[in-house]
Each structure stands twice: as structure tokens, then as C-alpha cells.
């Protein structure tokens, strides 16, 4: 996990993902205010890029842009190649700002009621909107934002425990996913004593509020057994989000259940889940 846990703001997890239940209506008044009309009519920013589905705005010369936009994409073809996730149509807004202050100046005057957070994605019905500002450790802030951003465009949201185990999975860069993942230690600890939270309680949390940093650490914890554990597990997780999707456009009630077909893949999913880690 990227530093930015360590470096919690008011002790909360610094990034996450805003959807429509995680926020009053009139926060989301003002997303659409940000997108609609202020951005073009009282802002102006120094830097505007538009490359595939990403619009980056930024208050700053961007002369990294090659290297942000080589970072977006590369997410994207991630996401598609390992998990099918299809490229989305609406527009992803990233909004960067050079120091912290402007942002944290910024999101008080467009959304004074969210939570404080060193970045943002937030969506409802319109394009989704990456708030974030310049930092050492931006790329990965970028690579956990942006994969919500490319996880859910519907109007409903993901599980928050496959939304955030999937952001804290793909926000370290390529090439070092499977071993190298700062939640990896806090995880092989674990499982030697007590074991991470099942799907089951993760499951239950649906308010980012009440999820916390071990939260974080288990959902990614599945994630990664899903996706490495063999072919068949990732193939389920993959069948999984698909699903979701096809939920998303039907307006259907309830979501697949991936803890039954997991259990069908593998009979003694605690035992085979200790066995993974304590082998990583
Ligand atoms: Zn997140």
C-alpha cells in the first residue's frame, strides 16, 4: 500500500471512492455544477489534456503528462486484459492540483460536506470526476482512483469491499502486484492468527465510514486470491464483475454470490486462503 495510508488525514482512510449512496444529494448539486459549468466558466486551468476517456485539468504546466497519461492507459488495458473490464464512454475528469492546499481550498468550496480525503473520485449520473494534487507518491493515488473510475460507471455502485480490494490491488504499478503489495505483511500476519474478515462481514459494509484499515487490507487480501489463486478463481472474479454490471444496467435487487461459486471452486477455502499467503 502506498504511503498515503501512514500519512492518514484525521485518521481516516485518505482516498476512496464517492458514489451515490456514500453521499448527500447536495454534494452531488455540486459535482454537477463542477462538470456543467463552473469548470468552463470560472476556471481556468493552465493545463487541459483530452486523451481517450480522460479530460486532465490541471492548475499547473504539466510536463509530465506523457508519463500521467502512459499510467492512466495502462490501468485501463489492465483492467480489460485481466479482468474484462470494457472501456467506458462517459468522460473520467482529472483534476490535479500543485499543492495540497489549493486542493483541500478547492474541494471545501465545491464540496464542503465530503469527507477530507488526499484523493477523490466521485460519480453519479454524469462523467466521473478525479480530484487529487501533486505529491512524490501521486502515481499510485492516480492508479487507486482511476481504477474506481473505470470499475464502476452505472448508476449503481459496486460492493464496497470489491470496489476498494480492487483499487488497493492495481494502485501499485505493474510488475510488482504480486508480491510487493504493502498490505502483503500486514495479511501473512494475519492469517497466522485469526484470519482476515470473510467475505461475509466485508460484505456487510457498505458505508465507507465504517471501513477500515483492515478493511482495506482484507478486501485486497481476496482480490489477490482471486486473481492469482489460479486460473478459475480469476475467471470466477472476472464472471463476478460482469455480473455486476449486467446488474447495474437492469436496475436488478441483489448481487451474484461470489462466496457460494468460490466455495464450489475451493472446498476448503480457509485452509487454501492461509496456504496462499503464508506461500507468498
Ligand atoms: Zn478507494
Known amino acids: ?40 466558466e470560472t476556471r481556468q486551468w493552465t493545463t487541459e489534456i483530452q486523451s481517450g476517456p480522460f479530460q486532465i485539468h490541471c492548475d499547473f504546466e504539466l510536463h509530465d503528462a506523457q508519463t500521467v497519461l502512459a499510467e492512466l492507459d495502462a490501468i485501463r488495458a489492465d483492467l480489460e486484459r485481466l479482468l474484462g473490464v470494457q472501456p467506458r464512454e462517459q468522460a473520467i475528469h482529472v483534476v490535479l492540483f500543485s499543492t495540497e492546499s489549493e486542493y483541500r481550498r478547492y474541494m471545501h468550496t465545491y464540496f464542503p460536506k465530503l469527507p477530507e480525503r488526499r484523493a477523490l473520485f466521485i460519480q453519479h449520473r454524469g462523467p466521473g470526476m478525479l480530484f487529487a494534487f ?36 492495481f494502485e501499485i504499478e505493474h510488475g510488482r502486484r504480486f508480491r510487493e503489495n504493502p498490505n502483503q505483511p500486514g495479511v501473512k500476519a494475519v492469517v497466522k492468527k485469526k484470519g482476515v474478515s470473510s467475505l461475509k462481514e466485508l460484505k456487510r459494509i457498505d458505508e465507507l465510514d465504517r471501513f477500515t484499515e483492515a478493511h482495506y487490507r482484507d478486501s ?13 478463481t480469476r475467471e470466477l472474479l472476472k464472471r463476478h464483475l460482469s455480473e455486476h454490471v449486467a446488474l447495474r444496467s437492469n436496475s436488478l435487487p441483489a448481487g451474484p454470490d461470489l462466496e457460494r461459486e468460490l466455495r464450489y471452486l475451493c472446498p476448503n477455502l480457509e485452509a487454501e486462503f492461509r496456504e496462499h499467503f503464508e506461500n507468498l
Not at 455540486?30 to 469548470?39: D, G, K, L, V
Not at 499510485?140 to 483499487?167: C, K, M, Y
Not at 485486497?220 to 478459475?232: D, G, P, S, T, V
Request: with cysteine; glycine share 4%.
Open 134 to 169: 501533486w505529491h512524490p507518491d501521486i502515481r499510485a493515488d492516480l492508479r487507486h482512483e482511476v481504477t474506481h473510475a473505470l470499475i464502476n460507471h452505472g448508476n449503481r455502485s459496486l460492493p464496497l469491499w470489491l470496489d476498494e480490494g480492487l483499487a488497493e490491488y
Open 220 to 232: 485486497w487480501a481476496w482480490i489477490h486470491f482471486l486473481i492469482h489463486r489460479r486460473q478459475e
Open 1 to 40: 500500500m502506498s504511503c498515503s495510508r501512514v500519512a492518514s488525514l484525521c485518521g481516516i482512510p485518505p482516498r476512496c471512492n464517492l458514489q451515490l449512496r456514500r453521499i448527500v444529494a447536495g454534494c452531488l448539486w455540486i459535482a454537477f455544477s463542477f462538470t456543467n459549468a463552473r469548470a468552463s
